[in-house]
């Protein structure tokens, strides 16, 4: 099964506001990078949607390290979606799930693969989640330009 170690995050100027996410993927000495934004969203959506379209940018089946500094998402898909499921898509205190449309996305392209979840601190010494971080930003960025005209 190939490897590949995909890094993501996500950006918003406001929150809600204009938002960007990218990743970096790696796979023996092959890199490419995925970028987009949306005009009018949040971080979390943001978050969500790097590992989505990270996921998606494979080909085939994979054994994926998929690198996040968003706590939201690696506890989100590691400890709380199957209690979400079973109850209705309602947290323990009855409120329903925010981003549930993105979290169904993520829980079905995620069992395409093989997935250990990790989390790294944001801003630190990891320069690929440095580097989606900057991406982010810049479509985020972008995306508020394109808003201001």
Known sequence: ??????ITDGSCIGNPGPGGWACVLRSGDRQKEVVGSHPKTTSNRMELTAAIEGLRA???RCH????????????GITEHL???RSNGWHKSNGDPVLNQDLWDQLDQIAQKHDIGWEWTAGHGDHADQNRADRLALQAARAQAAEGAR
């Open 1 to 6: 099964m190939v490897e590949v170690t995909i």
């Open 58 to 60: 494979l080909r085939v």
């Open 64 to 75: 994926v390290r998929l690198v996040s500094d968003s706590q939201y998402l690696k506890k």
């Open 82 to 84: 199957a209690k979400w």
